[in-house]
């Protein structure tokens, strides 16, 4: 016989399950008041002020405290506990060089396990940004198929994950492509006017500013005023002005006319990559200082950006005449074979030719340059020796070791060379408006094209906390940590990052500052960073004891001038 319930009954019996059910839930499932706390840290908050002891709370993307907390197990999903620890904003690199395609993918870990949360590209050096999926075209460009650069390497950026947020600047050389095409000559009016009107759209789009070099514009197309035309579309938009500097192209010139341009224009200017070439002794960089301090006094705003590198590297070839390199590696070695032309190569490589670069008179002679890479086993062993060590051990003298090395190695032949003097390179980290980036890229741990990275994108930011903080207090931690966050931020508009403050977002990095340290070469360019513990990238960890985590939090990040949602 069934027995039929009333309706009553059957409604009251449901709604006791779901009430049952929903508290169970609950207890389960505790409603916490935050998503992350970086509890007993040592707090240094990206402004230059001294460093102060407390927790940091993070709700969504946002940090939300900063100060104590009590019953912290109880309040959020995870606590780092980060006594001993160094809690600061995460690092950003305004000298990045980074690929777009390395920044897509997830076995590129070289910038933030050293603690780099931001990337900024397109500052100084030669565009990394991607072309049209048909690669550029010839002659003038017209309409929204041709768009610059930067709009292509956003919108394929937007499109994909990334484990850091990345931001760019409008390129000069890239400006001029956009409306010339390839064609290397002077533009009409209505093509400057073209121009004009990109960098400004530039802006409204996201763009930081508007970044130039020798290297990124081609050459006698834009005259200097012209330059500052293009520089003045920035100023309604808060753009920085950024100018890389070539040290071989003379960088006492080349500062007084970026400074001259700044206050034509009355714009904001960031030296990028200050470096001086040639060992002329110590202080060598008092007369670019004494450039860029006299426009301060007179209210311009005028900073730098420095890597904490001194040296370069190039192939061996490059440090010869040119006429010596023409026709190719043929030509090379029959001039080789002749001693007569041996003779003069070495003669010239000590001479200074007049507006030219010397890179062995730049590097201070034989003991500046350093065998990094050479394809035949009897020199490969000297490799990390300058010329004039293995030119000891071989009893012979330093230019005929360079020449035979040229002689008897199958292929390019790295060295490394330095461009300035290790008292200048402090020096320059010193000052007060001199900020720090890392002059290097995130590498893919298996690039493609097999290229050898540069030791910046795997330790930059380490290497300045071990060896210029702590082992040589050359900065003390707060005023290193001001010059790779909050310093960099203000710079570039970037009003929500480089701060530890509430209502910031969460980029944040912690590390151990009794262990961090970037051991990457030349030699060994990827040995990974040491002592960085956690790297928090909008409220979401990147990085957690140390070890990469499958996390893709980044963001593209707009500069000032893009309208509000």
Not at 181 to 200: H, I, L, N
Not at 290 to 296: A, P, W
Not at 531 to 550: A, F, K
Request: proline content about 7%.
């Amino acid at each position: 016989m069934t027995v039929k319930m009333p309706q009553l009954s059957l409604k009251r019996a449901t709604l006791a399950l779901a009430l049952g059910c929903t508290l169970l839930a609950c207890r389960e499932s505790p409603q916490y008041e935050f998503d992350l706390i970086v509890a007993g840290g040592k707090l240094v908050d990206g402004s230059g002020s001294l460093w102060f002891p407390g927790d940091l709370a993070v709700r969504g993307e946002e940090i939300v405290h900063v100060g104590a907390l009590e019953n912290r197990e109880q309040k959020a999903r995870r606590v780092i506990d980060a006594r001993g620890l160094w809690v600061t904003p995460g690092f950003i690199d305004i000298l990045s060089r980074s690929n777009p395609d390395d920044l897509l993918r997830p076995d590129s870990p070289g910038k933030v396990r050293q603690g780099v949360t931001t990337e900024v590209l397109g500052g100084g050096h030669p565009s990394p940004f991607l072309q049209t999926a048909a690669g550029p075209e010839p002659g003038p460009r017209k309409g929204s198929a041709n768009r610059p650069p930067w709009e292509h390497t956003f919108h394929r950026l937007r499109q994909g994950d990334i484990t850091v947020n990345v931001a760019a600047y409008a390129q000069a050389g890239d400006v001029v492509r956009s409306v010339l095409g390839e064609e290397a000559r002077e533009p009409t009016q209505p093509e400057f006017a073209a121009m004009k009107q990109r960098v400004g759209q530039a802006m409204l789009e996201g763009a930081l500013g508007l970044a130039d070099s020798p290297q990124l514009s081609p050459p006698g197309v834009l005259s200097r005023e012209q330059l500052a035309e293009l520089a003045l579309q920035m100023k309604p938009h808060g753009g920085v002005y950024s100018v890389g500097i070539d040290p071989r192209a003379g960088i006492d010139n080349s500062v007084k006319e970026a400074i001259e341009l700044a206050e034509q224009a009355q714009i904001p200017l960031d030296i990028l990559g200050l470096r001086v070439a040639g060992h002329r002794g110590p202080g060598q960089l008092q007369e670019v200082f004494g450039s860029i301090e006299k426009g301060r006094e007179s209210g311009l705003a005028l900073t730098a950006s420095l890597s904490p590198y001194r040296s370069a590297r190039a192939n061996l070839e490059d440090l010869l005449p040119a006429w010596a390199t023409e026709g190719g590696r043929e030509a090379l070695l029959e001039r080789l074979s002749r001693s007569d032309l041996r003779a003069r190569i070495l003669r010239e490589l000590r001479r200074k030719r007049r507006g030219q670069f010397n890179a062995f008179l730049a590097a201070g002679g034989w003991e500046g340059v350093v065998l990094l890479q050479a394809e035949s086993p009897k020199f490969q062993a000297w490799a990390g020796k300058s010329i004039q060590a293995i030119a000891t051990e071989l009893d012979q003298t330093p230019g005929d070791t360079l020449l035979d090395l040229l002689r008897e190695t199958q292929g390019p032949v790295a060295v490394l060379y330095s461009l300035m003097s290790e008292e200048d390179l402090r020096h320059a980290l010193q000052a007060s408006w001199v900020s720090i980036g890392s002059g290097g890229a995130t590498a893919a741990s298996d690039p493609s094209d097999g290229e050898v990275p540069r030791p910046h994108g795997y330790g930059a930011f380490a290497r300045v906390l071990g060896k210029y903080v702590r082992e040589e207090g050359v900065l003390d931690l707060e005023e290193a940590i001001h010059k790779m966050t909050g310093m960099n931020a203000a710079k570039l508009g970037l009003q929500d990052r480089g701060l530890l403050r509430v209502g910031m977002k969460a980029d944040i990095t912690i590390f151990d500052a009794e262990r961090v340290a970037g051991p990457a070469t030349f030699l060994e360019p990827r040995r990974l960073a040491e002592g960085i513990e956690h790297v928090v990238v909008n409220g979401t960890l990147v990085i957690d004891g140390g070890q990469l985590r499958d996390a893709r939090p980044g963001k593209i990040l707009d500069g000032p001038g893009k309208p509000g949602p």
